[in-house]
């Protein structure tokens, strides 16, 4: 994987706004801020984007999600597709299909389906297996998630960012920041001016932001996920969901029946909960199925992996296919922002510098209709004016 863009020398460059961060948060902010007619400036850390961006499932998980970031995912899911077009990375839209192995879990879809409509359709267990092209063992029934896209993280990401620099927009890599002031970003290849800074780093803003992250109580939430081989070479068209997604997307944990979900698996597979197991599947466009994922929060991730959380994972993976073993081809660590007080941070902790982070593993579902949201606030403050260097902080 290459930069996605060339690195600008920022030595008396003055924009509207400069961004820091080129994961999906950072080029949501871009591609709202160019619409709105400014002149953007993407600072990033690293040579190409290499943090949960391009770690995930490339799963745009729509319909699940509730309350603010349903608004978002909704708005999101238009945008992903124009914008997907436009930039020449392939969106699949074959929703998602959440397999019920379980009463309680096919009560859980039910109640969902009630309340959201045509969102959901319930399915039979034949259906879900007509849907999925396998049958999954235990399978009493499922529902489809049609609303839900899906795309490749580590071609989508840089294509992001290339058609971002068609629109003008420029990119600094390799780049990292030091302090902020008003106006002004010090960083390791000199200052840059601008009348506004939006900074989506994600599970660092504790690096730029120590006393922000703290107040909302942001962890990194390290995860295990693995690339093989798809049992029986068989095509998968949707995303594919467990019971255990019952228990972390919003909209279905909030339904009444998903107490019973949780009960049954403290009863039955404990250890499931304890690694914090969502069990999911995408395949890629090469065939290969990606796997996931175990969940761990801390402050500061430690950098030993414990086998036993993939061999979990593909225990559940070999239990779901009906098959005795599956090929690894790639296994890594996810991260992500988590919040324990709520997923959208917003705030300008300096006047005319925003603190933009999705503080979930919803980035990607989210990401483009929580930068539309900050960057109509942005433009409507009094900083947001056209620029003059005369009125910008003198360099040092």
Known sequence: MAASGTTQSLTG????????GAGIVGLAHAWHAVKAGLRVHIVERDGFAVGASIRNFGHIGT????????????AAREDWLQVAQAAGTPVTQAGTVVIARTVAELAVLEEFREERGDQAVLLTADETAQLLGFDAPGAVGGAHLALDLRVDPPHAIPALASYLQTLGVTFSYATNVGSIQE???????????AAAIV??????????????????????CRLRMLEIDTPRGIRIGPAILTGLGLLRYDG???????????SDFERLRPQLL??????????RPDGRLIVGDTHHLSAT?????????????????RHLFGVDSVTVRRRWRGVYAAGRSDVFVQEQPIPGVWVATVASGIGMTTAFGFAANTISQLISTPLQQPIDAARLPSRP
């Open 301 to 317: 991730e430690t950098p030993f992996e414990d086998e036993a959380s993939d061999e979990l994972l593909l225990e559940e993976t």
């Open 252 to 262: 279905l944990a909030a339904q009444p029946s998903a107490a019973a979900v949780r």
């Open 13 to 20: 460059a003055v924009y509207d706004l400069v961004i820091v």
């Open 274 to 283: 304890e690694q914090q197991v969502n069990l999911m599947f995408t395949q």
């Open 199 to 220: 900074i989506a780093v994600g599970h660092d803003l504790d690096r730029l932001f120590p006393q922000l992250a703290a107040r909302w109580q942001i962890d990194r």
């Open 183 to 193: 106006g002004i970003l010090q960083t390791s290849r000199g200052p840059m001016r």
């Open 63 to 74: 319909t699940a999600q509730s309350g603010r970031a349903l608004e978002f995912a909704l």
